[in-house]
């Protein structure tokens, strides 16, 4: 079943067509012009069939503004004997194929089938290369105390519902990981899961990187763009620091999760989205809310199933599979065997604090990869990376919560400044270092610096 157009200005033609097609389960509309069609058609269509002669805009200029338009539908034109030299014209210009009139039922049922089904693969090319554009975490789950038992029972029981999932953890905890693994369980498994990090563009450019746009419908929008609610349909979408939506998109955003519809930019045709959405954040939203800063009814659309994912320092049983996993797939990746960690070694993992968390683990891990000389990783050659002075105070263990919430923010921002200070002020060097996007960093250092002009006596 498609959804067919047909144009064509001779009325028994058209009619007898379409019967055909309907004959055939495709949902047809038809326009007795090209003109017609362009001003009046407010759908989207799988195929359009057009006569290549008609008075006015001929099938030719018709394709060619469709193009124009930004609409990739494949276009099948129909022509009599002596016009086919403008089908072949038409051709180069982006027709899928022509059809000599008279034909029979069977014909031109074949080639909307292939023509169809060319569209299709169009379309599911394009979400290929959006997911391809993502690299995508591996999705295994490594974990074995109690806090990520907990996680992978959740995941299990959300993973078939429809409903959003919030997940909240610190930068690094492996909250990607964690929607990955929900849309793996999940019913959609086989459909597309994109990711949109939402602090990593201005508001006007998440709009159209979420909803889509339409060729001019603001300077430099040159052609049609599908956005994310669009490509991932029947898929997952997951929104990365959704705290940083501004305030007026949070409101389109609670519409497409409670009605299932959403506009492109610069389009008044309403589309229908079917899409699983997933968000994570690093923020207390509860504060946010408090503060106007996020919108309360859609903190609660959100907030249905919070997923939290504790540091890594209070879950100090998973540091040990979590070494021993990324050192096994360094040296997979390097295709040699892997290194032995010494119990110094992994003595010396459990006793760190882990302000940038398992990503932090995972850098370390490769990192005595690389350097490690002989077969073995031992303790001595992780200490200089691990910096003293950014552990747990002395007579304070690693496993026991931290008693005050500000330690953590105060030991992220030294190592902030320590790493800036290790690359020369350099941003992206010290973004990378990290592990945080160069976006993430301003942010984090200009909160920095309105904090200390606020505390700056006279202020
Ligand atoms: N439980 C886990 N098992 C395997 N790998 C993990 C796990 N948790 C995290 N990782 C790895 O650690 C890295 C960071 O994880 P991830 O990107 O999911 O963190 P995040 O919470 O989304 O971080 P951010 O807030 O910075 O986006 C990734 O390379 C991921 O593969
Ligand atoms: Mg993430």
């Given at each position: 079943?498609?959804?067919?157009?047909?144009?064509?200005?001779?009325?028994?033609?058209?009619?007898?067509?379409?019967?055909?097609?309907?004959?055939?389960?495709?949902?047809?509309?038809?326009?007795?012009?090209a003109q017609?069609m362009l001003s009046a058609a407010t759908e989207s269509?799988?195929?359009?069939?057009?006569?290549?002669?008609?008075?006015?805009m001929?099938?030719?200029a018709f394709l060619q503004k469709l193009r124009q338009n930004g609409v990739e539908t494949?276009?099948?034109?129909?022509?009599?004997?002596?016009?086919?030299?403008?089908?072949?014209?038409?051709?180069?210009?982006g027709?899928?194929?022509?059809?000599?009139?008279?034909?029979?039922?069977?014909?031109?049922?074949?080639?909307?089938?292939?023509?169809?089904?060319?569209?299709?693969?169009?379309?599911?090319?394009?979400?290929?290369?959006?997911?391809?554009?993502?690299?995508?975490?591996?999705?295994?789950?490594?974990?074995?105390?109690?806090?990520?038992?907990?996680?992978?029972?959740?995941?299990?029981?959300?993973?078939?519902?429809?409903?959003?999932?919030?997940?909240?953890?610190?930068?690094?905890?492996?909250?990607?990981?964690?929607?990955?693994?929900?849309?793996?369980?999940?019913?959609?498994?086989?459909?597309?899961?994109?990711?949109?990090?939402?602090?990593?563009?201005s508001r006007g450019l998440l709009e159209s990187e979420l909803f889509g746009h339409e060729k001019g419908a603001f300077t430099g929008a040159d052609r049609l763009r599908r956005g994310?609610?669009e490509?991932?349909?029947?898929?997952?979408?997951?929104?990365?620091?959704?705290?940083?939506?501004?305030?007026?998109?949070?409101?389109?955003?609670?519409?497409?999760?409670?009605?299932?519809?959403f506009e492109r930019v610069g389009s008044s045709i309403t589309r229908?989205?079917?899409?699983?959405?997933?968000?994570?954040?690093?923020?207390?939203?509860?504060?946010?809310?408090?503060?106007?800063?996020?919108?309360?009814?859609?903190?609660?659309?959100?907030?249905?199933?919070?997923?939290?994912?504790?540091?890594?320092?209070?879950?100090?049983?998973?540091?040990?599979?979590?070494?021993?996993?990324?050192?096994?797939?360094?040296?997979?990746?390097?295709?040699?065997?892997?290194?032995?960690?010494?119990?110094?070694?992994?003595?010396?993992?459990?006793?760190?604090?882990?302000?940038?968390?398992?990503?932090?683990?995972?850098?370390?891990?490769?990192?005595?990869?690389?350097?490690?000389?002989?077969?073995?990783?031992?303790?001595?050659?992780?200490?200089?990376?691990?910096?003293?002075?950014?552990?747990?105070?002395?007579?304070?263990?690693?496993?026991?919560?931290?008693?005050?919430?500000?330690?953590?923010?105060?030991?992220?921002?030294?190592?902030?400044?320590?790493?800036?200070?290790?690359?020369?002020?350099?941003?992206?060097?010290?973004?990378?270092?990290?592990?945080?996007?160069?976006?993430?960093?301003?942010?984090?250092?200009?909160?920095?610096?309105?904090?200390?002009?606020?505390?700056?006596?006279?202020?």
């Amino acid at each position: 079943m498609a959804r067919v157009c047909v144009v064509d200005d001779n009325d028994m033609m058209r009619d007898s067509l379409a019967a055909t097609l309907a004959a055939a389960q495709h949902e047809v509309t038809t326009f007795p012009s090209a003109q017609d069609m362009l001003s009046a058609a407010t759908e989207s269509f799988d195929l359009v069939i057009t006569d290549l002669k008609m008075p006015r805009m001929d099938g030719v200029a018709f394709l060619q503004k469709l193009r124009q338009n930004g609409v990739e539908t494949p276009v099948i034109l129909m022509t009599a004997y002596g016009t086919i030299h403008s089908a072949v014209q038409a051709m180069r210009l982006g027709a899928f194929d022509y059809i000599t009139k008279p034909f029979d039922g069977p014909a031109i049922e074949a080639l909307v089938d292939r023509a169809v089904a060319h569209g299709r693969l169009q379309r599911e090319n394009e979400v290929l290369k959006a997911e391809l554009s993502e690299k995508p975490a591996p999705s295994q789950l490594i974990g074995i105390s109690e806090a990520m038992a907990e996680i992978s029972k959740r995941i299990a029981q959300v993973a078939n519902s429809q409903v959003t999932v919030l997940i909240v953890g610190e930068s690094g905890t492996g909250k990607e990981v964690i929607a990955r693994a929900i849309h793996a369980a999940s019913g959609r498994r086989e459909k597309p899961m994109l990711a949109v990090n939402c602090a990593a563009l201005s508001r006007g450019l998440l709009e159209s990187e979420l909803f889509g746009h339409e060729k001019g419908a603001f300077t430099g929008a040159d052609r049609l763009r599908r956005g994310r609610f669009e490509l991932a349909d029947d898929g997952t979408l997951l929104l990365d620091e959704i705290s940083e939506m501004d305030l007026n998109l949070q409101a389109k955003l609670l519409r497409v999760l409670q009605e299932k519809t959403f506009e492109r930019v610069g389009s008044s045709i309403t589309r229908r989205a079917n899409v699983r959405v997933i968000v994570t954040t690093n923020r207390d939203l509860k504060v946010w809310v408090a503060q106007r800063r996020f919108r309360a009814d859609l903190y609660y659309r959100l907030n249905v199933v919070p997923i939290t994912v504790p540091p890594l320092r209070q879950r100090v049983a998973d540091i040990e599979p979590l070494a021993e996993y990324f050192n096994f797939q360094v040296a997979q990746r390097e295709g040699r065997s892997a290194k032995r960690l010494e119990e110094s070694a992994l003595e010396a993992l459990r006793r760190y604090s882990w302000p940038g968390n398992v990503r932090e683990l995972q850098n370390i891990v490769e990192r005595a990869n690389v350097l490690a000389e002989g077969p073995v990783i031992r303790g001595s050659s992780l200490s200089p990376w691990l910096d003293g002075s950014l552990a747990p105070e002395a007579g304070e263990t690693a496993a026991a919560p931290l008693a005050d919430g500000r330690l953590m923010e105060e030991m992220e921002k030294r190592l902030i400044y320590q790493t800036l200070d290790r690359f020369g002020g350099h941003r992206a060097r010290t973004a990378r270092a990290l592990g945080i996007g160069i976006r993430t960093l301003g942010m984090k250092l200009k909160n920095y610096r309105q904090v200390e002009l606020a505390m700056m006596p006279g202020a």
